[in-house]
């Protein structure tokens, strides 16, 4: 524990750094090479690439300082465009993440690390490692300051570490449970795999297991593969009905080379259920009103609709 918090306090000491004639720090680091403040201020603050030799040089000539602080080595300027409108509303989308942006608290490149990101939901819309925002947010509130976009300045609000914290649980979460969601069949919470759901029915759900078994066949359904994932047709094959290819045909195309006398298999393949798209399938699925139900209606004269009964 001792040992823990010396090395707190040192990663909480504040150091200088000069650039220019003379290469120092004021960490008083001894040896033939740079320490770790004075190489991380010119590769990832001034991004002058590692393998240059200005990283190492023990001084800098007056033209290879105006170099760096002109941006010689910066990206682009199309790649670090970075729009500052804000949003009238509440939430603001956020911006695509292209090549060569950087995490404004690390600066380790967004698009290669693989961290989870959040963004500015306030005003710009830039995008920052949530890990890192973390960091900066938990350090923000410890010193009574609001919690404020490293990019454009804007409050994130009081409940903005929460808010970080919840992004960061969720991206380790299973994407194929689905919490808070209850298998009308078999009761079973939550539903792993794919989600069945019921177009006619309010808020009734169902699991693979169930929806293959045939429980609540008598309406249609949508099914959806991850949580966040989009609804997708679900269609119960027909009982008696012939696969659209056999099963045999199936397992030779798998255990071999295709060739052009496959085309019609393949297509037969591509037109099954799940080529079908979601639009057609809702069409599928409305009710088509009978004769008496539109009579009625009709009867009605109060302009009611004869599939759902609203007006």
Known sequence: RAGTGARRRRLDKKY??????????????????????????????LRVPAENPLVWQASLLDSEVDQILRGRFQPAPEKRKRAAAAGEGSHVEQKEVEEGDVCAICQEDMKESGEVLTWCRQSCGNSVHAKCMKVWAEHKQSVGDKVTCPFCREDWGPLAVEAIKKEIRQSRRDPHVHSGVQCAGCRGSPVTGERYRCLFCADLDMCGGCFGRGVHAHHPFVRRETFDGPWLPADRPRPGAPPAVPDTVLLELQNRELTTDDYEALLRLDQGPAGTPLHEHLVACLRVPNASEIAQSCARGDGACGLCGGG
Not at 21 to 45: A, D, E, Q, Y
């Open 16 to 45: 200088k750094v000069q650039i220019g004639g003379v290469m120092g720090c004021t960490c008083k680091s001894r040896g033939p090479c740079p320490c770790v403040h004075l190489i991380f201020v010119l590769v990832k603050l």
